[in-house]
């Protein structure tokens, strides 16, 4: 109900004067008869006076070209639509999408705003009709922000629209939504991120405790593993020095770094054990032979479980390396029907514009298929792109990511489709820490209804009826890469790397961490581990797509929306009530 008291409040608050008595009761008649509230009316008022350089105080000649100009244009081209529109399927706006668009017309006075359009799908008359409306209006451009001319259009063309790159698990023979299916989602039991976390404040002290502890008893889980797969040699004793001499073969744990000697680029790999001696306030260190391993992969950071001999104290003879750490896999998910999720991680532009395109191509086949989840993985708003460094965006990046997230939830408005989103510290308008806190949802700045959406931290594990699904935003598996020290010719490399993450039980298992990733290292022990195996691991890369079983896991890599690259996924409910990752179809394919 608008009501007098609190149209005048709203005016007091933009820094207006008080009204005359026939100019509130005239600015009352409009908010009834365009039914508008009064916050919506004064944010108008305030664009149109901005837009035709008018006095910030309304007057009753004012209101009279607003609302011939504005309110009953903006009327009209409502009614147009749905005359224009009588063979379609329309998304009538509502007052609240309505409201949403308001930042939108500050600088130019118009609203950007469309009406949503559905097409009427038909298998047999779809393909090849280019001159269908889209499901999804695509021209997001917000008022402050000017696109560049001349740019070349790089989405894929209408022979690779829906390509499928790569095709895992049984058949799917349509992605359409088949019958409701209302899930659950919330985070696992697996420790997340606070929102209100206090971070990079640990001092070096701090991080040593957190290191020494984790490598403490990971170290005694591997060795402990270890000693229950295999007999053990009778001769074979387990010692927590790194540094013991011994003619005999002796295991010990430790984590794994590297010295690089920079003239000739040689990497020498060192283990550092946590067991300090008495009186000694530097941790042990001794070099790693390697020489005696067939087969081997080791990075920094990794804890890794020894067997060998040390007759010098300076060198570790190695025998045997111990790496499979991974925790117990989670219980088996409850699905009572097949379960489709559609997966997209960003960038959600191209590095030449800020328009979002692949992104309103995803939502158009998210519209027309609706899948029972989508998971959007961070960044939204790129810090590194181009133009966010050269400052061409005006808007708040806050402001600017609601508006996105706002056209996201308008296109999926009347949908069963939940949303998930998975925060990244790349975002320039978030958190620039690892592990990141979730984002912080404005429900009144989104409009739409926010039911249907999730957001979660990075790291995180997604409970879908049961279904643990492990995301992270970070690319781990290039990092990985970049510093994996590894004598396995032949083998699958991206499988390799994956394994890394899932034998180590975290999702960041590099330390120290690659230049440009703030690591918190006590958020890290406390947030970025897991105690239960996902059953689904989403590890996004700017390496190629990827898809694979690796421990009972399907480890996926989706590539980046940027490239009008997603994944999409059919989780079908357990057979015999046990988990099986074969069960899952999954395409990875061109939007």
Request: contains cysteine.
């Amino acid at each position: 109900m608008v009501s007098e008291k609190s149209l005048i409040s709203c005016f007091c608050d933009l820094g207006c004067d008080v009204p005359d008595k026939s100019v509130v009761d005239r600015c009352l008649q409009l908010c009834h008869a365009y039914s508008i509230d009064e916050e919506t009316f004064v944010e108008l008022w305030v664009s149109y006076t901005v837009s035709y350089s008018l006095n910030i105080s309304p007057t009753l000649n004012d209101l009279k070209k607003m609302e011939e100009e504005e309110l009953k244009k903006n009327k009209k081209i409502s009614i147009e639509t749905v005359s224009h529109a009588s063979n379609m399927e329309i998304d009538v706006q509502t007052n609240q999408e309505f409201t949403n668009n308001v930042l939108d017309i500050y600088s130019n006075g118009q609203s950007s705003s469309l009406k949503q359009i559905k097409r009427v799908r038909s298998p047999t008359t779809e393909t090849g009709n280019e001159s269908k409306l889209r499901a999804v209006d695509q021209t997001f451009s917000p008022s402050t922000y000017t696109s560049k001319v001349n740019v070349p259009n790089r989405a894929p063309s209408t022979t690779v629209r829906g390509k499928v790159l790569l095709h895992f698990g049984p058949d799917v023979h349509s992605w359409k939504k088949r019958n409701e299916y209302d899930v659950s989602i919330v985070k696992a039991d697996n420790p997340h991120v606070p929102k209100d976390v206090v971070y990079m404040y640990e001092m070096l002290s701090k991080q040593e405790v957190a290191l020494s502890s984790s490598c403490e008893s990971f170290g005694e889980r591997l060795c402990h593993i270890w000693n229950e797969i295999g007999p053990t040699s009778s001769n074979v004793r387990y010692v927590r020095n790194v540094l013991s001499v011994s003619q005999a073969a002796f295991r010990t744990w430790g984590r794994i770094f590297t010295i690089i000697d920079k003239s000739s680029g040689i990497k020498t790999v060192m283990l550092e054990g946590c067991k300090r001696s008495t009186g000694h306030n530097n941790a042990p260190i001794v070099r790693l032979d390697l020489s005696g391993i067939k087969h081997y992969s080791v990075f920094p950071g990794q804890i890794v479980a020894v067997e060998g001999v040390n007759t010098t104290g300076n060198v570790l003879l190695v025998n045997e390396l111990f790496l499979k750490g991974y925790a117990p896999l989670a219980d088996a998910p409850q699905l009572s029907k097949d379960l489709r999720v559609y997966v997209a991680i960003g960038p959600f532009t191209t590095t030449d514009n800020l328009n979002y395109q692949p992104l309103w191509d995803l939502m158009e086949c998210v519209v027309e298929d609706e899948p029972n989840v989508l998971i959007l993985v961070g960044p939204f708003i790129e810090y590194t792109h181009p133009e966010i460094k050269n400052g061409t965006l005006k808007d708040t990046y806050q402001d600017f990511f609601d508006k996105l997230l706002s056209r996201v939830m308008q296109c999926l408005r009347g949908l069963s489709t939940r949303v998930v989103l998975v925060s990244s510290n790349r975002d320039a308008h978030h958190d620039a820490v690892f592990p990141t806190p979730e984002f912080e949802i404005y429900t009144n700045k989104i409009g739409s209804s926010t039911a249907n959406l999730h957001s979660m931290p990075d790291p995180c594990i997604i409970n879908v009826e049961g279904l643990q699904i492990g995301v992270t935003s970070v690319d781990t598996l290039r990092h990985l890469g970049q510093q994996e020290i590894s004598n396995t010719p032949g083998m699958d490399r991206l499988g390799r790397l994956a394994d890394h993450v899932l034998s180590q039980a975290t999702f960041y298992p590099l330390y120290p961490p690659i230049t440009g990733l703030n690591l918190d290292t006590t958020l890290w022990k406390n947030y970025a581990c897991f105690e239960r195996q996902p059953h689904i691991m989403i590890l996004p890369s700017d390496v190629r797509y990827y898809a694979k079983i690796v421990n009972e896991c399907l480890v996926l890599n989706p590539e980046r929306l940027q490239k009008y690259i997603y994944a999409k996924l059919c989780v079908r409910p357990a057979s015999n009530g046990k988990w099986d990752p074969k069960n899952v179809s999954c395409e990875i394919a061109k939007v």
